[in-house]
């Protein structure tokens, strides 16, 4: 008896096909975007457990200079070899910028040495011919998955932005090469970067003797870390757990698409039911073909969910992997493959949420009475009164909200307070628009106009749940555009404002005396700002010491967030400390505490000023000169800013300076190419942000598309009687595309606030306590307009197209075909 129950129910996809690409469409994409979010996040956690990891084979341990910019020497490599130390090898690492202005990282190895690091090592000349990379003209090579980023074939040439061509490039086929970086020989890398040492020494597996041996003859400044994920996974969390959100929240609108398709679909089934029900067919048999049907969704939403979500994961983990390895220094792998855990977490998610989005539409369509089914479509009547209960239940997420808003703050209860707003807000918007059509019908007195809103308003039976699903995605590209640009122009002011000089030296401490000396007797030279920086550990964590001098100009480049009175003189003469605004929010300080440091500053230190720091993954403290060479004399990092006089060239001076005292080039910095890589890291650190939340845009627009079509054709009779009636086919078009564009305005209207107030959510709770950095919001009317212009664009030809079809065919015909 199952079986031609369940014929009939799914028969009504045949005369709907429409319908099978809507219920597909908003569980299948809102799978995959969480999929390819969570494929992202594990591959890029993995990798750090796995630490550096070159030919498929781990380097636990690296040697690195303390200081920024200074390289391990190359005599002490020797001197490793020499004492036995065989597995270890040198890396050159360097940045290229090619002719389309993408930058890329460069590694230089040394093949000899490397074959001797890789244990148990099997050359296959077929996969990798690292001897090759020592033979003239240096090729290099990357993985297949870094080629097909780029775009490079086997054998191709990489034009750099100078307009010099490296390679030939060789493409590696298999895992050995499946990280974002490209391979050379050390000796290119030294031509396009003159330099002497290693910027670093990577070590294999050791055993406690070479451990105890590699320890002894470590020269001062030099430093042996253990593997990366320790520290790489506490920094990255944040990022992590806002790209799963913004997939949560794509998934959730998903859901919504395709809790409107099933709910339309079982609305549309409802006299078919109605009449099963009077032959006798039980509730029982009824439930159990659809809940068979629901789930055949499940499972082809699943796979097809899983296959998308692993491609659209391999299409984001570049960005992913060039954004983690400027900001954190961090190599993630381009290699995605599929984990049973995304499946198994898909596929909870996709039961929980497709029982929630369908049992009350089941329930309602099995126990309503046979004879109010059997009407067409006689739920549609109840939908105010479901809207009411639906406003109702809104407002147990309003008064969550303001419970979890009276909580102490932090980042998981900002995302649970921004998840709660949306919710009250997507379950209130469709009783609101019901209220405002029926006003609008009463008071209208043209009958032509109090139809349009009274079906705008019975319209909202199949159109309210997608959007609802629309005006969600809406605000969150709101709030995420607002954030971001926010974020942008306070970054961009931030940096105007710190890179007061024109020139940025890292010197060596030995050369810094004699660099200042020499520039101070340069004519083009104004000042030369002196700065000391030391990373020292404490029982919270690692804090950087900074110094700064008491000229007026470094005074005005401090971007200050709050401060005492008298705060510079203080700072020069008193026991007193400025501290960045990470670390006072980390710390809970305000101006005027006294705190305790740790040595050799020690306790008893007065905080007399709170700054902007958005560019320190560390909490800062600023102190003075003069304090600083009572602590660390002639210690750490030193950096020299100059100040050029007007008029005067920077190239000039850089030139010279190069000429004098051969510099690294990474150790010389000019403000312009600072400003520039910062801004290039910063728009690529939220490009993935950005697209997921186009694409999760996209699905909503295409769920109110498609259920917008596939509702305008189940009303092919009453457009037909209209047509029969006198009205023409250019005003029905316009009739029907008009509702959806004053939904779709309506709803807008919505979300424009509610985007704004999740803006302000994202900078005042989640970044405050994800990053430690709060700014001022800024709003931008053009780009708001840009994307409510272009969705609501898309809403007009989809509510007039499908009428336009209609009405191209003959009035009669389509009356006759309806019945």
Known sequence: MLRPVANALWGHYRRHPLQIVLVWLGLTLGIALLVGVMGVNQQAKESYRKGEQLFSNPFPYRIRHAQIGMNVPQGFYI?????????????????????????????????????????????????????????????????????????????????????RQIGPMKVISDNRMNDSRMVADIALLRELKPSSGFNSVVCGEMSR??????????????????????????????????????????????????????????????????????????GTQLAGALIGELCLWVILGLIGGNIIGLLLAQQLLPSVAASLNDLYNANVSLQVHWNWQWGAASLAI????????????????IKSPPARLATHLSLVRFSGREFAWQALFSCVFILGAFAVYKLPHGQLAGFALIAFILIA???????????????????????????????????????????????????????????????????????????????????????????????????????????WQKQTPSD??????????????????????????????????????????????????????????????????????????????????????????????????????????????????????GEQFRLQPERVRNTAALMKQAMVVFDRTFVVTSTLGHLTLFIAICGLFFATIAGEMSRQRQFSLLRCMGMTGIELTLLGGGQLLVIGLMTALMALPLGLLLAQLLIDVVLKYSFGWTMQIQYFPYDYLLTLSTALLVLLVAGAWPVWRLVRRSAILSLRESF
């Open 209 to 282: 003797k070479q451990l105890m041996k590699l320890t002894h003859i470590l020269p001062p400044g030099l430093t042996l870390e253990r593997k990366q994920s320790a520290k790489l996974e506490p920094l990255t969390n944040a990022f992590h757990l806002n790209l799963f959100a913004m997939g949560m929240l794509a998934f959730v609108v998903g859901l919504f698409i395709f809790y409107q398709a099933m709910s339309l679909s079982l609305a549309q089934r409802q006299p078919l039911v109605g009449i099963l029900r009077q032959l006798g067919v039980t």
């Open 350 to 365: 996709a039961i929980f949420g497709c029982a929630f989005a369908c049992t009350w539409p089941l329930v309602r369509l």
């Open 425 to 531: 807000s997507g379950l209130m918007m469709p009783y609101l628009l019901w209220l405002l059509f029926n006003l609008l019908g009463n008071i209208s007195r043209r009958a032509r106009m109090r139809w349009f809103f009274f079906d705008a308003a019975a319209s909202l039976s199949y159109r309210g749940i997608a959007a609802m699903a629309f005006m969600l995605a809406l605000a969150s590209n709101i709030g995420m555009e607002t954030m971001v640009g926010s974020f942008r122009n306070t970054t961009e002011n931030w940096l105007e404002q710190r890179l007061a000089a024109d020139i940025y030296i890292r010197p060596s401490m030995n050369m810094a005396p004699r660099i200042s000396k020499w520039l101070q007797e340069q004519p083009d030279v104004d000042q030369v700002w002196w700065s």
């Open 79 to 163: 001197q490793m070899r020499r004492a036995g130390l065989k597995t270890c090898a040198p890396l050159i690492e360097h940045r290229i910028v090619t002719e389309k202005q993408r930058d890329f990282q460069l590694l230089g190895i040394d093949p000899v040495a490397m074959f001797g690091a890789i244990k148990n090592a099997v050359i296959d000349e077929n996969k990798i011919k690292l001897l090759t990379l020592m033979r003239p003209p240096y090729p290099i090579m990357l993985g297949e998955q870094l080629a097909s980023y780029i775009g490079i074939k086997n054998g191709d040439m990489l034009t750099l932005d100078s307009g």
């Open 540 to 657: 919270s964590g690692t804090i950087q010491v900074m110094s700064i001098g008491q000229t007026v100009g470094e005074k005005k480049a401090l971007s200050l967030k709050e401060e005492s009175l008298n705060y510079w003189q203080k700072l020069h003469h008193t026991r007193a400390v400025m501290v960045s605004e990470s670390m006072a929010l980390k710390h809970h300080w305000k101006t005027g505490d006294i705190i305790n440091l740790p040595a050799p500053m020690n306790e008893g230190w007065h905080v007399v000023g709170i700054y902007y720091d958005y560019g320190n993954p560390y909490g800062q403290v600023l102190i003075s000169q003069k304090k600083w060479q009572r602590f660390w004399p002639h210690s750490g990092q030193v950096g020299l800013a100059i100040h050029l006089k007007n008029g005067a060239k920077a190239e000039l001076l850089l030139a010279k300076l």
